[in-house]
């Protein structure tokens, strides 16, 4: 890489060549050892059914989704990410649920567990067998997991990580508590949200984002190479072959690998009014993306540099993984930057965020912050 991406500091090198898959396995892109995407962020969440008729079950404690720092403490990622829970899981009654960020090149789901150990979060008895943590498998240096603000809460327990554009929820909740997307079709919906981090991140310069428009005004667009960067899951992607069934984190794939990837998706083969669509074309030599990059950056790479400006944010289609043409969210649209804009200037009082931003004020979600 160029070191346009680079830190302030620079990350050190990790020797943990075991976690790496074998090549023939692998078109996820190549793991960022060195630290050129260095904004790039996990985020790793906690999420616990609470039935009160049986014990707590701890339901998720890994890698769930990707995204960006865009200023001090703000994670720009998907909204299909943030607002999850209550859409396709439970909607908003019945769990407790927290998020932490890491950083770094290496965050296993592993080293996620220990840590909730060792901050002794609520419900750590319950997390046992495979979701139980192992200290010998730590990784080597230990990640560095930063806690994510509270962003919503229903009868006094944390429900919401982040805050979800307004636009990509209805007003009011089905029947079943749960809330429902405007478009189910992710390539048309305002598929973005933001995380709220508790304290500022330090020593990292946060990226960009396009301007209003500004895509619509770089010549050949379409046939422009994009990289994206990621945490999700390296799955052998095998054209001809039905796409794997499932939704993220609720499928029998489980989170993300905890190895942030850069991923070569090839060039850019159709632009809409709201997404850019990369070719993602393994036999062509592309790199594809899978569970866990929702909320990625894209990159143009334009006269042979890739420009340290995020254009869009990975959103979702039908066919996960395998093949898959997943669209990214254009960021340079009024929108987006309205929502963005109000979040950031806000960042400092996560209450007022939720009230004045987001998606999460209909439901009363802000009211218990």
């Known amino acids: 890489m160029n070191g346009l991406f680079r830190a302030l500091k620079s990350a050190p090198l990790v020797p943990l060549l075991f976690l790496l898959p074998l090549a023939s396995h692998s078109s996820d892109g190549e793991l960022d050892i060195a630290g050129d995407y260095p904004a790039v962020v996990g985020y790793y969440e906690y999420f616990i059914y609470l039935d009160p008729e049986t014990e707590p079950e701890v339901a998720y404690a890994e890698e769930s989704c990707s995204g960006a720092l865009i200023s001090e403490k703000v994670i720009l990622t998907a909204a299909h990410c943030t607002s999850f829970n209550y859409t396709e899981d439970i909607g908003i ?19 996620f567990r220990c840590f909730l150990v060792e901050e002794n979060v609520p419900y750590i008895e319950f997390m046992t067998g495979e979701i139980a943590c192992v200290p010998g498998m730590v990784s080597n240096p230990v990640p560095t997991f930063h806690p994510v603000a509270v962003a919503g809460v229903n009868n006094g327990v944390p429900i919401a990580h982040g805050l979800t554009h307004p636009d990509f929820l209805r007003t009011e909740l089905r029947r079943d508590g749960r809330a429902q997307r405007v478009d189910k079709n992710l390539q048309n919906a305002p598929d973005v949200g933001v995380l709220i981090l508790q304290e500022p991140v330090t020593g990292i310069v946060p990226l960009p984002i396009r301007e209003v428009g500004e895509l619509d005004g770089i010549p050949h667009l379409v046939g422009t190479p994009v990289i994206s960067a990621g945490y999700g899951l390296n799955w052998a992607k095998i054209s001809g072959q039905k796409p794997t069934t499932g939704l993220g984190p609720m499928s029998d794939l489980g989170g993300g690998s905890g190895l942030r990837r850069i991923a070569r998706l090839g060039p850019v083969q159709a632009v809409h009014a709201n997404s850019l ?14 569970f866990g990059d929702s909320g990625s950056p894209l990159f143009l790479e334009i006269g042979g540099q890739v420009e340290p400006v995020i254009s869009g944010v990975l959103s979702g289609w039908t066919n996960w993984c395998q093949g898959s043409k997943d669209p990214y969210y254009r960021i340079d649209q009024q929108s987006a930057h309205d929502f963005i804009d109000c979040i950031v200037s806000n960042q400092d009082d996560v209450k007022q965020a939720c009230l004045t931003c987001s998606a999460e004020r209909n439901f009363g979600l802000c009211d218990g912050l």
Do not use: E, S
């Open 93 to 111: 009654d019945g769990y407790f649920d927290l998020v932490w960020v890491t950083i770094d090149p290496v965050a296993t789901a592993n080293d």
């Open 277 to 290: 669509l990369p070719r993602q074309n393994v036999n062509q030599g592309d790199d594809t993306v899978c």
